[in-house]
């Protein structure tokens, strides 16, 4: 399977521990975002690269998540201290971007999302 | 901020019948809209862009610029239409997503 993964597919965690998430993008896709999505509800935007740099953080997202994709590659996203209303699908999308008007157009392609559940 | 307001959580229809689902959209410039859906155990996947005029399993959409909605429809529905349909547009850099209508296709 050559699109994004995600792993762990399921994380169940007690309330104040640190959960890390991986995603690996389709290998030549420069963008990468990641997206929280709750029962009956769209994705919520938390943030994206373009890259290796970190382009916008949702201003939603709280101090205790962090986000790095070092390398431009893969992209790790950790919660610090989880709580309960964390739980939560985190999804990984990522798109091939390139200049000018095509921008903004570019079609996102989701992994499959991984689960947290904090206890 | 902008936002995208899909104003029906569950739309049931019988196979054959036509079907809309309706996305209205707040946003200051010109939008940029798509429409996602995602299929029982599938991954969420982009179904047609308002840019491409395309018609995608015979679903098209137009963007109405005067009634801020960009509406899915299809006039004869499937059973293998029945999924989650999200309507979303684009803001700098990333997509907005609405709530999202689930889609039910009766036999």
């Known amino acids: 399977d050559t699109g994004v993964s995600q792993d762990p597919r399921h994380k169940i965690t007690k309330r104040g521990q640190n959960v890390t998430f991986r995603c690996d993008p389709i290998?030549?896709?420069?963008?990468l975002y990641w997206y929280r999505q709750t029962l009956g509800q769209g994705p919520e935007f938390l943030t994206y690269?373009?890259?290796?740099?970190?382009?916008?953080k949702s201003r939603l997202l709280s101090d205790r998540f962090s986000a790095e994709r070092p390398k431009g590659s893969f992209s790790t996203l950790e919660i610090q201290r989880t709580e309960q209303g964390d739980s939560a699908m985190y999804l990984c999308?990522?798109?091939?971007?390139?200049?000018?008007?095509?921008?903004?157009?570019?079609?996102?392609?989701f992994g499959s999302g991984t689960q947290l559940s904090v206890l | 901020a902008q936002r995208v307001t899909q104003p029906e959580k569950l739309l049931s229809v019988f196979k054959g019948a036509p079907v809309e689902l309706k996305c209205n959209y707040s946003?200051?410039?010109?939008?940029?809209l798509f429409w996602y859906v995602q299929y029982s155990r599938q991954r969420l996947q982009l179904l047609l862009r308002?840019?491409s005029r395309e018609s995608i399993k015979g679903f098209t959409a137009d963007l109405n610029k005067g009634e801020t909605s960009f509406h899915l429809k299809k006039p004869f529905a499937q059973e293998e239409d029945s999924a989650m349909y999200y309507c979303?547009?684009?803001?700098?850099?990333?997509?907005?997503f609405g709530q999202g209508t689930e889609l039910s296709v009766k036999p």
């Open positions: 290998s030549e896709h420069n963008r």
């Open positions: 946003y200051s410039g010109s939008p940029e």
């Open positions: 690269f373009q890259n290796e740099a970190q382009l916008e």
């Open positions: 979303a547009l684009t803001e700098g850099g990333k997509l907005i």
């Open positions: 308002h840019i």
């Open positions: 999308a990522s798109s091939l971007v390139g200049r000018g008007p095509s921008v903004g157009r570019e079609k996102l392609f």
